[in-house]
């Protein structure tokens, strides 16, 4: 349970006092490369093109991925935020017929000026669902909407906890789904207004599911250049799931997966849902 706890202090509070850069919609740069490049530096760029490649393929064969990403014009690493493998932070849109992925990218990136590491963290987050407020629903080729809507700031800030952890695969193997709090939801951005009362607790916390239930797609990607990598599942879960997996541990959290999993919900965070507990 360590790790848990870990989780749950590495978020430092409410996401209202973040002083991180708001994400913007940029299409995604050419690389530019540095004048008398390293052989490392030249290494790691051609892996980082051939890794945006492999997740290209892949959520291209999920649904229709659109060309913009909502990134930062300063890496949030520059201003006190966490360290991804690279200063590059990034989010995609894939639309799905009535649903929504926002997925990071970046997390799986070659480590900067370092050869040998792997494809970063070796994992991505993405989060589906059908429940983006209209005024957060971007049309195509639009995605800057989506910023303002409690899908993406609760992905933002799963994927800020991540990174401070070093990433979460090994956690993630050795006790399967894992659960996250997310605290102070009352002075968020959006998450405050838009989550339905009966997915925040007394005491002003969200949670979610990290790694279950699996989607309908496949999540590990295997022709990564440098090493596999896994797509990691953010569920939201309703307050009373969060206390139920907050007594019960890890027994109740593999119970709480498989009732969802039962119930038909599945891998989706759908703010229309009652409990399965």
């Known amino acids: 349970m360590n790790f848990f706890k870990k989780l749950l202090v590495s978020l430092k509070g409410p996401a209202a ?15 530019v490369a540095p004048n008398n490049p ?15 490649a492999c997740l290209d ?48 990218e970046g997390l ?10 792997g494809n970063g963290f070796e994992m991505e ?15 195509v080729g639009e995605v800057d909407p989506f910023k303002r809507s409690w899908a993406f700031e609760l992905v933002e800030h799963v994927a800020k906890t991540v990174a401070e952890a070093g990433g979460i695969t090994h956690q993630l193997e050795q006790h399967g789904a894992l659960s996250l709090e997310l605290p102070g939801v009352s002075q968020s951005h959006h998450m405050g207004d838009q989550l339905p009362k009966h997915f925040v607790t007394d005491d002003d916390a969200a949670g979610v599911l990290l790694g279950a239930p699996e989607p309908d797609f496949s999540t590990r990607l295997d022709d990564m ?20 997996v907050r007594s019960g541990g890890r027994e109740a959290r593999d119970d709480l997966v498989s009732r969802l ?17």
């Open 17 to 31: 006092q973040d002083v991180q850069p708001t994400p913007q919609s940029h299409e995604r740069p050419e690389p």
């Open 38 to 52: 390293t052989e490392v530096e030249v290494a790691n760029q051609a892996a980082r093109q051939a890794s945006e």
């Open 57 to 104: 393929r892949h959520w291209n064969s999920v649904g229709m991925v659109e060309r913009d990403v909502l990134s930062y014009l300063i890496s949030p690493s520059f201003s006190g935020g966490p360290y991804w493998p690279s200063t590059r932070q990034a989010y995609r849109v894939v639309r799905r017929g009535a649903t929504i992925i926002l997925a990071t």
């Open 108 to 117: 799986s990136d070659p480590f900067d000026d370092a050869e040998g590491m």
């Open 125 to 139: 987050l993405f989060m589906e669902t059908a429940d983006i407020p209209e005024h957060a629903y971007g049309p």
């Open 225 to 244: 250049p440098l090493s596999p990598v896994r797509l990691v599942p953010v569920v939201l879960i309703t307050a009373t799931e969060l206390e139920y």
């Open 261 to 277: 999993k039962v119930a038909g919900v599945g891998h989706m965070s759908s703010l229309q849902r009652a409990s399965v507990v």
